[in-house]
Each structure stands twice: as C-alpha cells, then as structure tokens.
C-alpha cells in the first residue's frame, strides 16, 4: 500500500521561503513520477512541480518556474519542494503525489494515482 506523507507547511510571510518534504513508503521513488500539486480554496488543483522517473529531470509551470524547486533523495525515499520569494498567492494546500505507474513521466493530475493528505502553506503580505 502506497503511502505518501507530508510535512513542512506552515505561516510564512511574503518573501520568506518554505520546504516541504514529502515520505514515500509502498514504492520506490526514483522509479516513478512524483510531483507537488496545489489546491486553492475555489480553484482546481494544480500542478506546481514535477520531477521525473530515473535521472530526476525537474518540471514546472510558469507559475513557479525559477522560485520553486523539486528534488529528491533516494536513500530517504523522499521529494522535497523548496519555495522561494513566497506570495499570497502561493497559500494553498500542498499535495505530494506518486504516478499510477513506474517508468513513465506523466505530468497531467490524471497521471497521479496516490496522493498525501496535504500540508497548509499559509502566505501573509
């Protein structure tokens, strides 16, 4: 059974950074996509960062792309989202996500099988 936990979100200020970490058990995740979703209350979940299968290729949207960082560390069997320059509008519940299969880089939500319960990232101005 897959099991992805989530940890490091909290208040912040805008301008300050954040990283949350997400512990995988149940697959291994250096064999799978993983990515960082986002959920805003009244707007669709998005995706906020991806990191491939194997060599860990990182992916973002516009949206992030230069403040956001995903890695990941296979002997903790773990994914990171490092945040920079926080906004108000990067408040959101965090979701750390596994893709439904192995070796196989997919970045759309349809593509995301097993998901964490979230972390609240709260920004203030």
């Known amino acids: 059974q897959v099991q992805l936990v989530e940890s490091g979100g909290g208040l912040v200020q805008a301008g300050d950074s954040l990283t949350l970490a997400c512990a995988a058990s149940g697959l291994t995740v250096s064999n799978y996509a993983m990515a960082w979703f986002r959920e805003a209350p009244g707007k669709e979940r998005e995706l906020v960062a991806g990191?491939?299968?194997?060599?860990?290729?990182?992916n973002y949207p516009t949206s992030t792309e230069g403040r956001f960082t995903i890695s990941r560390d296979d002997a903790k069997n773990s994914v990171y989202l490092q945040m920079n320059s926080l906004k108000p509008e990067d408040t959101s519940v965090y979701y750390c996500a596994a893709a439904s299969r192995p070796y196989f880089n997919n970045y759309a939500q349809r593509a995301f099988s097993s998901w964490g319960r979230g972390t609240q990232v709260t920004v203030s101005s």
């Open positions: 990191i491939s299968w194997g060599v860990g290729r990182p």
